[in-house]
């Protein structure tokens, strides 16, 4: 599991770390694991050839000081100080007795295409988003030069703790210290930051108390095999969970069925489908296994393809009235104003329908996806997953958000959500929290559409079993 912290909690970690440390010792641990790092990368030292993009303060620092290891080492150094009267001086002098080159703007350009990797250590987790033009200019010229860039700390131009894809470097490789930072995990921005690697340099988070709870995290496919519920010998229909679902209409039937699809194929013990007469026929047809009568649920799943239902408050009223785990999706979102709900409930939105309930653009949601699945869960006092290239999971008055396992965007089509919304009803069924529900739901989908070949919703949702025997065996 990867944990996200703030740049608040950052400095209040380095501030301490500087208290009990050796001066300059941060980042003499944090040059030296950078130089490791684009040691292993350029995989040789003879006649490799690196550009360093040295910037001010530490982050420059940090990249002066393992381009004088590189050299130490023959690797043919350049450096640039993008900001010539505050560069970090005592690197950049280490980084020139040591046999580094200095070069200008111009050269710099000149270079790009010439040398093995650029490193970018221009700006850290103190700049501002995006880049002034000068730096600008460098960030697009390695990017048309094809030669593999590695960030320190993070790709300069990015927001540390935003999504957004400010005008920045576009990394191969982001050697990041301390901490991952949001940007890293966030899309549109993590996508510029390339493969991650967390170099631990001493930051004592427990010290910090509150301040050093983390601001997300991140699972990955471990985390999601050591908490998927699974069945043992004793167990039967009933104890894996049966999972109630009035989903689609007689305008929108396929929304029923994918809902099944996701449920059964993720392992629930018993799908009772207890919508609309044509959605239960053509979800028995599909799957025969599916139950058409009413009966004990443990959870349900509700909204999907409902359309511009009359009836929706009262039916949604109606299903809380169980008093059992119930996700709202789709359709359903349009009336959760109407009701109660409490953290064992599961919202489902996108960016746009989250938008929707909370009275903003999809923009602004989509500029702070962290703030706002914050406000509504905290609003409605439900637990929400908001869909989308990043998977975010709110529980109320919680500060940490979970992130699902990321996926490729194939998944990015119409139906996607129905069958998540299955597969998330069926853990709920077994007993999972919802906030955990969630981030293994959105797990499950992402994991598989990582190992197949782009596929229909309803065919990934059959990949599923193949994707958790995986899972599960290495467990």
């Not at 910037?55 to 350049?78: I, K």
């Not at 501002?128 to 790709?155: F, K, M, N």
């Not at 999601?224 to 104890?239: F, G, I, L, N």
């Amino acid at each position: 599991m990867l944990l996200v912290h703030s740049v608040e909690s950052i400095r209040a970690a380095e501030q301490e770390a500087f208290a009990r440390t050796e001066d300059g010792e941060l980042m003499q641990r944090a040059s030296d694991a950078l130089a490791t790092s684009l040691l292993c990368d350029l995989g040789h030292t003879d006649g490799t050839k690196v550009l360093i993009l040295a910037g001010p303060g530490d982050n420059g620092g940090d990249a002066l000081w393992a381009g004088m290891r590189l050299a130490g080492r023959g690797v043919r150094v350049w450096v640039h100080a993008v900001l010539p009267d505050r560069v970090h001086r005592a690197g950049w002098a280490a980084c020139l007795e040591n046999g580094a080159t200095p070069v200008d703007h111009a050269s710099a350009l000149a270079l790009m295409d010439r040398v093995d990797r650029i490193v970018d250590g221009v700006f850290g987790i103190g700049g501002h988003p995006g880049l002034p033009d000068d730096v600008l200019h460098l960030a697009e010229a390695a990017e048309r030069s094809g030669t593999p860039v590695t960030s320190v700390d993070l790709p300069s131009g990015l927001a540390a703790d935003g999504a957004p894809a400010h005008p920045s470097f576009r990394a191969e490789r982001t050697v990041t210290f301390g901490s991952a930072k949001a940007c890293q995990v966030m899309q549109p921005a993590a996508e510029r930051c390339g493969e991650l690697e967390v170099v631990d340099i001493g930051l004592h988070w427990a010290a910090l108390g509150d301040a050093g709870v983390p601001m997300l995290r991140r699972w990955d496919a471990v985390d999601v095999a050591a908490a998927w519920p699974v069945p043992t010998v004793r167990s039967d229909k009933y104890s894996r969970g049966v999972l109630g679902v009035d989903a689609g209409s007689a305008t929108y039937p396929g929304a029923g069925v994918l809902v099944a699809y996701g449920a059964a194929y993720a392992g629930t013990g018993m799908i009772r489908a207890l919508g609309a007469t044509e959605v239960a026929r053509a979800t028995l047809a599909a799957i025969p296994s599916v139950v058409t009568a009413p009966g004990r649920v443990q959870a349900w799943v509700v909204g999907s393809g409902w359309g511009d239902r009359p009836d929706g408050t009262a039916r949604l009223a109606d299903v809380l009235a169980d008093h059992v785990p119930v996700l709202i999706d789709a359709d359903g979102l349009r009336h959760v104003p109407e009701v109660t709900l409490a953290p064992e409930h599961l919202l489902t939105p996108h960016a746009g329908e989250l938008a929707r309930l909370l009275g903003v653009t999809r923009a602004e949601v989509e500029a702070d996806p962290l703030g706002h699945v914050h406000r509504a869960a905290d609003r409605w006092g439900a637990t929400v997953l908001l869909k989308g290239a990043t998977q975010y999971v709110a529980t109320p008055g919680e500060r940490t958000v979970e992130v699902a396992v990321p996926g490729p965007g194939w998944t990015a089509q119409a139906g996607s959500g129905d069958t998540l919304s299955g597969v998330c009803g069926a853990l709920l069924a077994a007993g999972l929290p919802a906030a955990r529900a969630a981030v293994c739901g959105a797990s499950l989908q992402a994991l598989t559409a990582a190992a197949e070949p782009p596929l229909p919703p309803h065919a990934l949702a059959e990949r599923f079993g193949v994707t958790l025997q995986r899972l599960l065996t290495d467990r």
